[in-house]
């Protein structure tokens, strides 16, 4: 319901009218259904989500990272739209205009597409009363106005943690080492992750080395490079030098690296493996020296000593010059955090999982606001996707999700002795509820089934006359209707039905809600 | 950080370049400012708003009812909005116009300003499959384009749980009992506030007695019965009757009652006070016997039964004929939570704190859709309210919100020392952060000073060489700067510094922080 002490007065006449449903008979009736990209989630998803945000969350404030949220929108200028476009004031996001205010005005408003434009916007607006280096983590929606694909929504929460103010790398090793233990204590087995590193300075030293200068060539390389999975060593090869013609005969214009600089890329995204004092060993050799790819290394080389610090070794955080996912983006290190499992698609083939989350160091995202540049690192994931790499690698947050015990209505003059159990059952926190609709016996049952409830209560005139209680254990039922359970043995343990004194309804519910294998 | 790897593609190139920052050095700096009528909110507020979500979810689980989060968008005529008016789309709601579809026509969208109208299309679309009775709970920000005041937010959080598919008066018996135990797992004292219930149908059948018929004239009797608090009962006998002058000489034009059906009206409103059967036997003397006030009594009287079986006693569930707030939108029980304690406002005056949130009987709202009438019921609450309303019943959920633990960096070339110190105390599961910025020691004690730290861990040159730390109580030394604690023995046992061995950090550490008083 609305809360209607608060702000119910708010509401224009057309919207309480519109509460009260308030239509003449011969009204045309709408369709009952969700925006186009956005999705209704169920107890099931939420559950998973809601235990990994605050798992995650409890572990960023171990780290000393404090919570923020900001509101939903923020003002068009500073999300850094050209706003408003007259023929598509949306593109890329959702945008309005404000109503006038006092100036006369109306504003330009969008809904936020990420959470680091409105930290930027916060941290600017707050940067002199701030403690400085300022940490802060957030989850919520964001939004993007994409045309709706199938698996691709227009809303989804992601989860943010960002330092601003501070360039010591070890910033960035405290961010990777909090991003692998906030993976971790949402249930990703040890082991089954790793953040992938690599520093946007050291192929900046790279291409200075190699003789690339234009920022078009340099975009060129690094897609080149972003094709490695896909393509292997030779394919890039083409694409870092004259071009590649792929299999349906279209050709794609190369970077137009000289042979010896393309093969200095190529050893330099080869670097990989091993110790992270091997892979910075490496690096070194295939650099060269130039001034930004040793302030790289040394970079790296103190995010190494950090890690090791705080315990964190290769096989969580590693060097991977192959990483160049968000290279344009960001100033320096970069971070991806991978999946590591083989799982299958919808046709059963092996794929890798992949990214479950990303982020690094930018530098020059306040500097919008202020006119000063102000060093930033950060580590974002999207929690529906972190919820299906926690399924494929085993962990199914949401697979323990039962319904509450069903008290079944067989007398309606009993209704406050229905009450009364469900009362009893909850104090003793056991989720129940009385069935509170209008059918019979069969269809309370099927109504239980459907809610997964793990007990129905049932308790008609002979239980009411005898002081007892008939249990039936719905759990057994579905596991054996599944075939999943067939153990005689475990059978016996747990007959489907049972009738116990009216005294020890309590005790008898938990021990068959307990008893759950 | 933006999240990378599942949708970072899908930004549009201005977009894109926007999140770099890469505006060229003479572009105008936009102003770093939050919308109007939108706030920050910082780790304190949001650590009592999600106590208070968290205890309030759990309690609504036990009661059965299960987690559904709805998009922030509806279709605009789902929501039941007349949109687009061409000048002012906007009022009420934050409306915009999507993209043109396959169907070619752009659809209006708006934020949804409740979670009652989501939860309507949402049984509504999906009634076939849901289980029924439909029992959910739903928590989230909710938008209202009004002209933003102080104190008066254009978003908010709000927690509703509702019964869809219900007509029986346990279901409201139950929403109430569930919203009494939910106020007091966020932290409400027992009996500081108590659940006002009263029927429409009493009030109905009281105006047929009293021979009212008009719309128009139902309303002016509601509203005039609403002013009871501020002008008694004497005031609103000139209300009901011809009209009131009041003290500025403004006329207010009356109901237009006789004088007997106004005392009638007058009557039923004070029938409350006492055990709830009491009101009940009063009720039915002041209405006279037409079908629906009857019907209204045995609702009430149903609703009685099933919370006596609830261990629902008056003091936290009252049958109150004077609530009238909501009485226009609800069609048969309504509910209103209210704080008993005085408070004070900002001026030092005795106020009543007053309602915390409120629902009733809806029965109408899907029927916009599907065109049966679904019966339903449900309570809500403001979040930010609530936590109001605990603060003021001193339950300042964020009393005890302190900082991380600061590890000082006395000695660059130690970061990696200083970042395994902090790891160990994270370990141990006390927060802890190593300072990350280029400042002093002075600086950086305030610093850790601003961020509410319990413990400043420092360690030079000194301490590295004897293998020891050096441990400040930041706690005590803001206690004592307070002046709140000058308990001479408390100081003893807690000196401002002490030194111990570096292998008795965790502990010792431990001890400080556990000692707050």
Redesign the interface.
């Known amino acids: ?8 007065a ?3 006449p ?8 308030g ?1 003449t008979a011969d009204a045309p ?8 990209g ?6 099931r998803d ?2 998973a989500e ?1 235990k990994i945000l ?1 798992a995650v969350a409890q572990v960023y ?4 990272f ?10 068009a ?6 706003l408003p476009d007259a023929d ?1 004031p ?7 205009q ?2 006038a ?1 006092s100036d006369g005005n109306g ?1 330009w ?1 969008a ?1 936020r ?5 409105p930290l ?3 941290a ?3 940067w002199e009363t701030l ?3 300022f ?1 802060r983590y957030a989850f919520g ?7 709706p694909r199938p698996g ?1 929504y227009r ?2 929460v ?1 989860c ?1 943690a ?2 601003v ?4 790398p ?2 960035d ?2 961010i990777i ?1 909090m991003a692998v ?1 906030g993976l971790e204590a949402a249930g990703l087995p040890a082991g089954s992750a790793v953040v992938k590193i690599n520093n946007r300075k050291l192929l900046n030293g790279l291409m200075t080395a190699a003789g690339v200068t234009s920022e078009g060539q340099k975009l060129a390389v690094l897609r080149a490079v972003d094709k490695l999975d896909r393509l292997g060593p030779d394919g890039v090869r083409f694409l870092l030098g004259d071009g590649r013609k792929d299999e349906s005969g279209d050709f794609t214009k190369g970077a137009g690296l000289t042979a010896s600089a393309a093969e200095r890329v190529l050893a330099f995204t080869q670097a990989g493996g091993g110790g992270r004092g091997d892979v910075l060993a490496r690096l070194a050799d295939v650099i060269g020296g130039s001034a930004e790819g040793d302030e790289g290394l040394a970079e790296l080389a ?1 995010i190494d ?2 890690l ?4 964190v070794g290769v096989e969580r955080a590693a060097f991977d010059p192959s990483v160049v ?2 290279l ?2 960001y100033t320096g290190a970069v971070f ?1 955090a991978e999946l590591l499992l083989q799982t299958t698609d919808e046709k059963g083939n092996g794929v890798r999982f ?7 160091r ?1 530098d ?2 306040v ?5 000063e540049r102000t060093p930033a690192a ?5 929690v529906t ?1 972190l919820a299906a790499a926690l399924k494929a690698a085993g962990r199914d947050l949401a697979a323990d999700a039962r ?2 015990v ?1 008290v079944l209505v067989l007398d309606q003059t009993r ?6 159990v ?2 009893e059952l ?1 104090a003793a ?6 069935y ?3 059918s019979g016996m069969r269809p309370q049952m099927k ?1 239980a089934d ?2 997964l409830s793990p007990v129905a209560v049932i308790i008609g005139g002979d239980e009411f006359a005898a002081g007892t209680v008939t249990l039936k254990d719905l759990d057994l039922g579905r596991e054996l209707a599944s075939g999943v359970t067939d153990n005689a043995a475990w059978r016996a343990e747990r007959p489907g039905q049972v009738v116990v004194p009216r005294t020890e309804l309590v005790a008898s519910v938990r021990r068959i809600v307990e008893a759950r294998p």
Chains 1, 2 share one sequence.
């Open positions: 319901m609305s809360d209607l002490p608060s702000q119910e708010s509401l224009s057309d919207a309480a009218a519109a509460k009260r449903g239509m009736r709408p369709e009952a259904r969700s925006p186009r956005f999705v209704d989630r169920r107890a939420l559950a809601r605050a404030e171990l780290y000393g404090e919570a923020l949220d900001t509101g939903a929108f923020e003002y200028d500073a999300l850094g739209k050209f598509r949306n593109a890329g996001v959702f945008a309005l404000d109503d205010d504003q408003m809904l597409y990420d959470l680091t434009a930027a916007r916060f600017a607006q707050n403690p400085k280096p940490r929606p964001v939004w993007r106005n994409d045309k691709r809303e989804y992601q943010d960002d330092t103010g501070s360039a010591r070890e910033a090793a405290e080492a233990a103190a000593a950090a090791n610090g705080l315990g996912r968000g344009e983006y991806e992949g990214s479950i989350g990303g982020g690094g930018y020059d995202l500097a919008r606001f202020t006119g950060g580590f974002s994931f999207g996707r319904g509450p069903v209704m406050a002795d229905y009450m009364a469900a009362g909850r926190g056991i989720a129940a509820e009385v509170l609709g209008t109504y459907r809610r």
